[in-house]
């Protein structure tokens, strides 16, 4: 599981994130199928890719590309691994968590959303542990 966001990290859409990157809508999920299909993990909301800077400059990477798609792809796989391995570390503030939270109401929706399913993620995987451990 992706745990390499930073704490009041912006949370970019697909159409924000098309915006950033200045490419279409439909070629940001071009590239994010491509991404996961070589072991890019996103963070998620359901089946909706929640983008963060470094998802963006992935994206970035992908649209400068002169070598295939697929290539590049690997090698952004291997650079999230390493960052990955990284930030074992969570790391949090608390004292100004609330001057730097979104303003527009679309964004503060998207991050509530990330938030709810992080818990419900660390709530299965508590519960999968639990089963593991009552299971030995």
């Given at each position: 599981?992706?745990r390499?966001i930073?704490p009041?990290?912006?949370?970019f859409?697909?159409?924000e994130?098309?915006?950033e990157?200045?490419?279409?809508?439909?070629t940001v999920?071009?590239y994010?199928?491509?991404?996961e299909r070589?072991?890019?993990?996103?963070?998620?909301?359901?089946?909706?890719?929640i983008?963060?800077?470094?998802?963006i400059?992935?994206?970035?990477?992908?649209?400068d590309?002169?070598k295939?798609?697929d290539?590049?792809?690997?090698?952004?796989?291997?650079q999230q691994?390493?960052r990955?391995e990284?930030?074992n570390e969570?790391?949090i503030?608390?004292?100004?968590?609330?001057?730097?939270?979104?303003?527009?109401?679309n964004?503060l929706?998207?991050?509530l959303k990330?938030?709810?399913?992080?818990?419900?993620?660390t709530?299965e995987?508590?519960?999968?542990?639990?089963m593991?451990?009552?299971?030995?």
């Amino acid at each position: 599981m992706r745990r390499d966001i930073q704490p009041n990290e912006r949370v970019f859409s697909s159409k924000e994130a098309a915006e950033e990157v200045g490419i279409a809508t439909p070629t940001v999920r071009k590239y994010g199928q491509i991404l996961e299909r070589n072991g890019y993990e996103f963070f998620k909301n359901g089946d909706w890719r929640i983008f963060v800077q470094s998802d963006i400059e992935a994206l970035i990477a992908l649209r400068d590309t002169d070598k295939p798609l697929d290539d590049t792809a690997k090698d952004l796989v291997y650079q999230q691994e390493e960052r990955i391995e990284g930030s074992n570390e969570t790391e949090i503030t608390i004292s100004d968590t609330y001057e730097n939270l979104p303003h527009d109401p679309n964004q503060l929706k998207e991050v509530l959303k990330f938030l709810v399913n992080e818990l419900a993620a660390t709530r299965e995987m508590n519960g999968f542990h639990k089963m593991i451990l009552i299971n030995v």
